[in-house]
């Protein structure tokens, strides 16, 4: 089967300045996180910090799940970490 992305939803982490987010290959879960640096240029600990990002994550999804899905199918892990340097 492929990675898909069903389920939208995504969440931020404060402490790994960080988002959030799920894929599926079947029935197996993939965790993935994106690192704040690699979507957005905002301020992490400023009241609007999470909002901003969230709201990068939305606008740049389809790219940040393709770079999810190769990253996937180079090793096939069950947790990732997708920094800046995934998005060259």
Not at 28 to 37: G, H, L, N, P, R
Not at 64 to 70: E, K, L, Q, T
């Amino acid at each position: 089967m492929s990675l898909t992305f069903p389920n939208r939803s995504r969440s931020y982490d404060e402490a790994g300045k960080r988002i959030r987010f799920v894929g599926h290959d079947g029935m197996f879960q993939i965790s993935f996180s994106v690192a704040t640096d690699a979507i957005s240029k905002a301020e992490s600990g400023t009241p609007t910090a999470e909002a901003t990002y969230l709201a990068a994550f939305d606008t740049a999804s389809s790219s940040i799940h393709d770079v999810a899905r190769n990253a996937y199918d180079r090793t096939r892990k069950s947790i990732y970490v997708l920094t800046a340097a995934d998005f060259r």
